[in-house]
Structures are given as C-alpha cells and as structure tokens.
C-alpha cells in the first residue's frame, strides 16, 4: 500500500510504499476512500504533540472494510465505515468504568497510538468503526469524523434549550459546520465575522444575522450559546460580551495561550465556560446523520495522495478554504 509519512518535526510528508498490514484480533482493515486533513495533523507533524516518527497522520477516514480479524463480529466485508479519533482505551480504570473512556490515560488514538489514514489501507479497533449512512459520500462523511463530530457535539453540550439563540465565532473549517448543524438543529444563529468579504458564503450556510464583534452581539440581542470555534482565545473571549444571563461559552478552536475569563461578568451573569471536543458517541451518529440528510455540507478542496503534501502547505498558510479531503 502507499501512505503519506512524516519522517520527522517539520518535516513534508511523503508517499512511501508499505507492506500491506493485516488486522489482528478485534480489528478491521479499511481500505481509506477519503482522509480528512485536521489542523492536529499540522500540531502532531510539528511535534508539539511529541511522540514518534515517522508517522502515518490522519485521523479523518471514510472507506469500506475488506478484512476483519478474529474476534470481529459486528463488522463485515463490505462495511462502509469511518473511524474514530479515539479508538479505544484500559477498560479498567474509573473513567472506562463510568463509561467516559476519552479521559482514559491509556486510550488509544488514531495516528498517535495507531496508524493514521492518510494512507490507502489502514488498520483500525473494529469497535472504533462506524457504519456510514446510505447516500453519504466518502468526501463528506470524512471531514465529519472530526471537524463535524467537534462542531455538533459542542453544540450538543451546551444543552440548548428551545428558544436559545446560538452564535458561531470563526467561520472556518469547524465554524462553516458549527452553523450548518445549529440551523439543522432549530436554532437562530448568528455568526460573529470581521471580514465582511464572507457575508454572501455564511448567509448560504443559514445564518439568520452576521455580527462584526461582542459588542454588535450584544446590540443585537445576545446569544445564549457561542460555540467557539476559531483558534483565536481573544476572538472567543470578546464574544463572551455577546452572552445572555446564564449564557454558555462553548470552546473547541485553541492557540497555545492562557484564557482570560471576564471573572466579573461570569459572576454577574452567571456565565459558564465549557471545554468541548468528541464528547458523546451518540453525537457522532446524529451528526452523520445530519449530513446524510443533505442538512449539512462540508465544504472541500480535494487532493489525491500524491498531492498531499502541498495540501499540508495550503493548510499551513491559510489558505484552504475550510476543509481539505485526500481522495484515494
């Protein structure tokens, strides 16, 4: 098989030629249609996550299983699937007992315990598979293991209730879908965008209003939810102005930089903040499910396995416009 390798910190990737890797017990083997390019595979390729190289990134696939190894039951040859970023943990700790396994410290995660999928094969935990909805495409279903999984699941706790209002900060490869699943779930959602020039593109997502800042948030009624989905910390800790009493800041974009909470506000209005990222499994299923129906487009640049490294070029300059998909 040919896979996209970091030899090293900052280093391209490239295709190298591999053996062909056989499933062991409890796995699958997933023969990768689409690998969604996530800007953790730019933290992990740069080494700011540590761990080993070389190293196969990518932790966003969609494919068809066409092997399974002992054990396996529950999937089949043929299956359509995705995989999960966390696959699997102990089983044993406090964490695995009260079925919370992603806060496991032994859990196992796509492309820094195992192989990742930016490859043409990959091995994975068939427990970490899932089967993709009839109609989903490859391309869409892939960008969704991560990137849609994060968007919905932060909506999904910040427990929003009917009537909330729920504004999105970052329009970018998370908040172009943090949009899209807040309409498809039935709220009113405001985007918080600077560069007027995306105005046109974010009321095609079905935002029902576009703000500049916190303060035009606020002038324009406030949000009782804004998922926070921009790298920036200062773009999501100034859209907190925006919050209504008992509003919810819901953060899944970072920088490596301290928060500076507005600790008097939170306490006048009783604001809370919430750390977000694959919260629920259950989320996941509802978010394919969402996209399945045609209620929520990934938007995408697409590139075969070849191209991959400039892909990681574009992503790394900015330049991709929201998400990036290697097709096989």
């Not at 490239?14 to 796995?27: I, Y």
Request: with cysteine; charged share 20%; aromatic share 6%.
């Amino acid at each position: 098989m040919r896979a996209a390798i970091a030899s090293g910190a900052k280093q391209p990737w490239q295709v190298h030629t591999l053996a062909d890797p056989e499933p062991g017990f409890n796995q699958v083997l997933v023969r990768v249609r689409a690998s969604g390019i996530c800007h953790n595979d730019l933290r992990q390729s740069s080494g700011e996550f540590g761990g080993h190289f070389p190293k196969t990134l990518g932790h966003e696939p969609a494919g068809e299983i066409v092997a399974v190894g002992p054990g396996v039951h529950h999937r089949k040859v043929g299956d359509r699937v995705g995989v999960m970023l966390w696959q699997g943990a102990c089983g044993r700790c406090e964490w695995c007992q009260r079925g919370k396994p992603i806060f496991c410290a032994e859990s196992v995660g796509t492309s820094m315990h195992m192989p990742g999928s930016h490859a043409e094969l990959m091995i994975a935990l068939a427990d970490a598979t899932v089967l993709l909805p009839d109609g989903l495409s490859y391309e869409q279903a892939a960008p969704i293991f991560c990137a849609g999984y994060t968007a919905y699941s932060g909506l999904r706790s910040a427990e929003p209730r009917p009537g909330d209002i729920i504004a999105v900060v970052g329009i970018g490869g998370l908040g172009h879908l943090a949009i899209q699943y807040a309409k498809a779930a039935g709220f009113r959602t405001i985007a918080l965008c600077r560069n007027p020039d995306k105005d046109s593109l974010i009321r095609k997502l079905g935002a029902d209003e576009i703000v500049r800042d916190g303060n035009g948030l606020a002038a324009a009624g406030g949000a009782d939810i804004v998922l926070g989905t921009s790298v920036s910390t200062e773009a999501q800790i100034e859209a907190m102005q925006g919050l209504r009493p008992e509003g919810r800041l819901v953060v899944m974009g970072f920088e490596r930089k301290p928060l500076p909470l507005p600790v008097g506000a939170m306490i006048a209005r009783r604001l809370r903040v919430i750390g977000s990222q694959h919260n629920e499994r259950e989320h996941l299923y509802e978010a394919l499910a969402l996209s399945a129906q045609g209620k929520v487009t990934a938007f995408t640049e697409t590139y075969r396995l070849d191209d991959i490294d400039t892909a990681r070029e574009r992503l790394e300059q900015g330049k991709v416009r929201f998400r990036a998909v290697v097709v096989m």
